[in-house]
């Protein structure tokens, strides 16, 4: 049994009810954190193998908010492969990219079974898993990022796989774009690659989180809701109709990686927060470009939005970022020394702030400012 996360217990799930008498065990528990881009992913040039039309860049947050922990156990027994998501079944068949997922695990797991006739066949059995999230799914808080890192993970763990993060990051990649980049820590670089196979399409660590502690985030939840268009069908129409999208992978994301790449190794950070405003504009931008045209920011997201430059224009300097995803949250970024002031003029603003967890986020790098109802 393996588990990378102390106290969690899973026993109480169907699958382990189902596999209560079974022996010997063959377990995995791992957690994987969210991930949020500062560069964004947006379009694919094979949506089989989730290959992107452009290198993207991100920063990890912390497992302690914002992570998705999951637990595989195979066994012979089992006839057919399951999944608990958040504890309720999920059908496994109906989802081709589970499948692609632990099918591709299983091949790798294969290729040690024939190198070494002593381990158990597990790449043969069936499997159960059980995955929750502590915040909410599909909401724009790249749950599917955090869900198959985990997933991939946990069964690298199992089947105790000799593959590096950033070589399984390409099993993750296969599951969601963004899960390759939750697959290793600190400032993650996913770069899009050349290869028809996939090859070179995986994420790489730019700087460990130890690199540039001064930095934090805050997650504003704006919305809980499941988003009204996934990001998978929103970049495909983008794709087929937006000429501002052709325009930016085309000339703004190659420039703009290797600055932000330069920004984060510097610890500069108004270069860092500029570009990253910048490239969440742009993504919009792109959205507001696809036809017909999607919108993931609201009136709450637009208002942070100015808030964020008000706030850099009061105190004379790039002090403050927001970025968005596929959904109306925000994630800013601030420096240490910045945070108290900019959380003092955000709970003056908004005006339902008592869902925030001030002491939570003072004390951890990465931290979440959850305000349902914003
Ligand atoms: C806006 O990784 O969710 O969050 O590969 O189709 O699963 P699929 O898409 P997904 O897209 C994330 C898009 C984004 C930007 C980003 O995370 O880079």
């Given at each position: 049994r393996v588990s990378k996360e102390a106290g969690h217990d899973a026993r109480d799930t169907p699958a382990h009810q189902a596999a209560?008498?079974?022996?010997p065990l063959h377990e995995a528990t791992v957690s994987a954190p969210v991930n949020i881009a500062v560069i964004k992913y947006w379009g694919k040039r094979d949506s089989k193998l989730i290959l992107p039309t452009n290198s993207s860049l991100s920063v990890t947050l912390s497992q302690d908010h914002l992570r998705t922990r999951t637990t595989v156990r195979a066994a012979a027994e089992f006839s057919s492969d399951r999944l608990w998501l958040n504890g309720v079944e999920e059908?496994?068949?109906?989802?081709a990219r589970l499948c692609n997922v632990i099918a591709t695990a299983r091949q790798l797991r294969a290729a040690m079974e024939q190198a070494d006739s002593?381990?158990?066949?597990?790449?043969?059995w069936g499997l159960h898993v059980c995955s929750e999230n502590n915040f909410p799914t599909?909401?724009?808080?790249a749950s599917s990022a955090s869900g198959y890192a985990a997933l991939v993970s946990a069964l690298g763990a199992l089947f105790e796989l000799p593959q590096s993060a950033t070589e399984l990051s390409r099993v993750a990649r296969v599951g969601s774009g963004s899960a390759c980049r939750s697959m290793l820590g600190g400032f993650v670089a996913w770069q899009a690659g050349t290869m028809d196979d996939g090859s070179d399409s995986l994420a790489e660590q730019v700087a460990a989180r130890a690199h540039w502690p001064q930095l934090q985030a805050l997650v504003l939840v704006v919305s809980d809701r499941k988003k009204t268009v996934s990001s998978t069908a929103g970049m495909q129409t983008t794709v087929s109709t937006s000429p501002l999208f052709a325009e930016r992978v085309r000339s703004v994301v190659p420039h703009r990686m290797a600055a932000m790449r330069a920004a984060i190794v510097a610890r500069d950070f108004a270069t860092f927060a500029t570009l990253a405003m910048q490239d969440s504009n742009q993504f919009h931008a792109v959205c507001q470009d696809t036809f017909p045209p999607i919108a993931y920011m609201n009136d709450t997201s637009h208002a942070i939005t100015s808030l964020v430059h008000a706030f850099n224009a009061a105190v004379g300097r790039v002090a403050a970022a927001y970025t968005y995803d596929a959904g109306p949250n925000a994630v800013l970024f601030v420096l240490r020394d910045d945070m108290r002031a900019l959380v003092q003029l955000l709970t003056r603003c908004f005006p339902r702030p008592a869902a925030m967890s001030a002491d939570a986020f003072y004390a951890d790098p990465f931290a979440v400012f959850a305000s349902p109802d914003l």
């Amino acid at each position: 049994r393996v588990s990378k996360e102390a106290g969690h217990d899973a026993r109480d799930t169907p699958a382990h009810q189902a596999a209560a008498d079974e022996a010997p065990l063959h377990e995995a528990t791992v957690s994987a954190p969210v991930n949020i881009a500062v560069i964004k992913y947006w379009g694919k040039r094979d949506s089989k193998l989730i290959l992107p039309t452009n290198s993207s860049l991100s920063v990890t947050l912390s497992q302690d908010h914002l992570r998705t922990r999951t637990t595989v156990r195979a066994a012979a027994e089992f006839s057919s492969d399951r999944l608990w998501l958040n504890g309720v079944e999920e059908d496994v068949a109906a989802s081709a990219r589970l499948c692609n997922v632990i099918a591709t695990a299983r091949q790798l797991r294969a290729a040690m079974e024939q190198a070494d006739s002593t381990a158990p066949r597990l790449s043969t059995w069936g499997l159960h898993v059980c995955s929750e999230n502590n915040f909410p799914t599909a909401a724009g808080l790249a749950s599917s990022a955090s869900g198959y890192a985990a997933l991939v993970s946990a069964l690298g763990a199992l089947f105790e796989l000799p593959q590096s993060a950033t070589e399984l990051s390409r099993v993750a990649r296969v599951g969601s774009g963004s899960a390759c980049r939750s697959m290793l820590g600190g400032f993650v670089a996913w770069q899009a690659g050349t290869m028809d196979d996939g090859s070179d399409s995986l994420a790489e660590q730019v700087a460990a989180r130890a690199h540039w502690p001064q930095l934090q985030a805050l997650v504003l939840v704006v919305s809980d809701r499941k988003k009204t268009v996934s990001s998978t069908a929103g970049m495909q129409t983008t794709v087929s109709t937006s000429p501002l999208f052709a325009e930016r992978v085309r000339s703004v994301v190659p420039h703009r990686m290797a600055a932000m790449r330069a920004a984060i190794v510097a610890r500069d950070f108004a270069t860092f927060a500029t570009l990253a405003m910048q490239d969440s504009n742009q993504f919009h931008a792109v959205c507001q470009d696809t036809f017909p045209p999607i919108a993931y920011m609201n009136d709450t997201s637009h208002a942070i939005t100015s808030l964020v430059h008000a706030f850099n224009a009061a105190v004379g300097r790039v002090a403050a970022a927001y970025t968005y995803d596929a959904g109306p949250n925000a994630v800013l970024f601030v420096l240490r020394d910045d945070m108290r002031a900019l959380v003092q003029l955000l709970t003056r603003c908004f005006p339902r702030p008592a869902a925030m967890s001030a002491d939570a986020f003072y004390a951890d790098p990465f931290a979440v400012f959850a305000s349902p109802d914003l």
